[in-house]
C-alpha cells in the first residue's frame, strides 16, 4: 500500500503571489501571521507579499525571529507571538527556516500538548491540523511547502530533530520565481543541490514507487537543465522557474517516500557547526551515491545518469553508476560548492559523535543500504578531506 499526501492548493509562475488576497478573501480569513526572516526585510522580499496585503487591505503581523537553523526557542517565542496578534491564519516566507519555524509554531497552536517541542520529533501523534499557512518560498530547495516534514534544532542537545506529520502541510503555495531573483550565487547553487539531493535520495530509497519516481525523474532533469544558469545568471526567468518546479517536485516524491542517510548525515553538520542544510547535503551527496551503489537500487544509477544528460545508450550498469555519480560530482563543482568536510569547519575529532547522530536520524531507516555507526564515520571519513 502506497499513500501520497500534498497540498490543498498550489500556483506556480512569476508574479502569482498576487493570488494572496484572492485566496485569503475566498477562505474567509481575516488576520496574517507573516513568519519569515529579517534578511528578506532587509533586501525587500518581505516588502513585495505585504505590498499584496496591504492592496487587499488584509491585516497582518511580522514574526522575524528565524534563525537558518531554528531552534526550539524561535518556535516557542512564535507560538506566543501568534497567540497575542489576534490572526487566524499564517504566511510563511522564505526557505525552509522560515516555512518550518511557521509549520512547528501552527502545529503547537492547534495541539498545545507538543509545546515542549521535543516531543514532536518523529512521527507525533498529533490531533488537529496546524493553523492554515500560505506558503511561499524564496529559495528552490528545501520543497518545504509541500512536504509534511519540518526539522528543528534542539540547540541544547546539538541535534536537529526531524519532524514527519501530515498536518502540518500548508494549505495553500505560492511558487513564484521572482521572489528567488535576490539569492546570491552560493544559496541558489546549495539550495539546488539540496534538491538533487532530495530527488536522488527519494528515487533509490526502498519506498520510492511509480509516482515517486515519475516526481524524482523529472525533478533530476530540470536540475540538470537549469541550475548552472540560475546560478550563473539569477535573473533567468526561465532557469528560475525551472528550478521552482523542480524543487517543488522533488518534494511532492520524497515527502512521502524519504529520503537516505545524505539527509541523516547532513543533519549533525548543522546541529553542530549550523552549517547551511543546503550545502552539507550538496558535498555530502557524491559519497554516499558512492556507498549506496552496493544496494538494490544500483540500476537506478543508469536513470539517474540519463536524467542528468548523460548519453546512456550502451551502457552497462556499472557504467550507469560511474557516470551517474561522476555528473553529480561535475554540476556540484561547476556551482562552486566544496567538496570536503575540513573545508565547511568540521572537525575530525567530532566524528564519532556525528556519526552516532546520523546513524539516530529518522531519514536513516530509508537507506537503501543498510548500514551502521561505523560505515557512516567512515563516510564522514573519506569527505574529510
Not at 550565487?185 to 528515487?203: Q, Y
Not at 520510492?208 to 537549469?226: G, P, Q, R, V
Request: net charge negative; hydrophobic share 45%; with cysteine.
Amino acid at each position: 500500500m502506497y499513500r501520497i499526501v500534498l497540498n490543498e492548493t498550489s500556483y506556480f509562475g512569476a508574479g502569482c503571489r498576487s493570488v494572496i488576497a484572492e485566496e485569503v478573501a475566498k477562505r474567509g480569513f481575516k488576520k496574517a501571521f507573516f513568519v519569515t526572516d529579517k534578511d528578506l526585510i532587509k533586501f525587500g522580499v518581505a516588502a513585495q507579499i505585504e505590498q499584496v496585503l496591504n492592496d487587499a487591505a488584509i491585516p497582518y503581523e511580522i514574526y522575524s525571529d528565524v534563525k537558518a537553523n531554528p531552534t526550539i526557542g524561535n518556535v516557542q517565542r512564535g507560538v506566543e507571538a501568534y497567540k497575542a496578534s489576534g490572526a487566524d491564519f499564517i504566511i510563511a516566507l522564505g526557505g525552509g527556516s522560515s516555512i518550518d519555524t511557521a509549520k512547528a509554531v501552527g502545529i503547537i497552536v492547534n495541539n498545545p500538548e507538543f509545546a515542549d517541542v521535543r516531543s514532536l520529533e518523529g512521527v507525533a501523534p498529533t490531533k488537529n491540523r496546524a493553523v492554515p499557512t500560505f506558503a511561499i518560498p524564496t529559495t528552490a530547495g528545501t520543497a518545504a511547502e509541500v512536504t509534511i516534514n519540518y526539522v528543528i534544532t534542539d540547540e541544547e542537545a546539538k541535534k536537529k530533530m526531524v519532524c514527519v506529520d501530515p498536518n502540518d502541510i500548508p494549505m495553500c503555495s505560492i511558487i513564484d520565481c521572482e521572489l528567488m531573483y535576490s539569492m546570491p550565487k552560493g544559496l541558489t547553487a546549495a539550495t539546488g543541490m539540496d534538491a538533487l539531493t532530495h530527488a536522488i535520495e527519494s528515487f533509490i530509497t526502498p519506498g520510492a514507487w511509480t509516482m515517486s519516481d515519475m516526481f524524482e525523474y523529472k525533478s533530476i532533469e530540470l536540475i540538470a537543465k537549469h541550475l548552472k544558469n540560475a546560478v550563473d545568471n539569477g535573473k533567468d526567468e526561465v532557469a528560475r522557474s525551472g528550478m521552482a518546479e523542480a524543487q517543488y517536485i522533488a518534494g511532492m516524491g520524497f515527502s512521502n517516500v524519504g529520503l537516505g542517510i545524505v539527509h541523516s548525515m547532513a543533519h549533525p553538520l548543522g546541529a553542530f557547526y549550523d552549517t547551511p542544510h543546503g550545502v552539507a547535503n550538496a558535498l555530502l551527496l557524491p559519497y554516499v551515491m558512492e556507498y549506496n551503489a552496493d544496494s538494490p537500487s544500483r540500476a537506478k544509477y543508469l536513470d539517474i545518469a540519463k536524467a542528468m544528460g548523460v548519453n546512456t545508450e550502451g551502457m552497462s550498469v556499472d557504467e550507469g553508476v560511474k557516470a551517474a555519480i561522476d555528473a553529480v560530482r561535475s554540476l556540484s563543482l561547476s556551482i562552486g560548492i566544496p567538496q570536503h568536510l575540513c573545508e565547511i569547519g568540521v572537525k575530525r575529532e567530532d566524528i564519532p559523535a556525528l556519526a552516532v547522530a546520523a546513524f539516530n536520524d529518522v531519514c536513516t531507516g530509508g537507506n537503501p543500504r543498510p548500514t551502521s555507526v561505523e560505515d557512516i564515520a567512515k563516510l564522514y571519513e573519506i569527505a574529510y578531506e
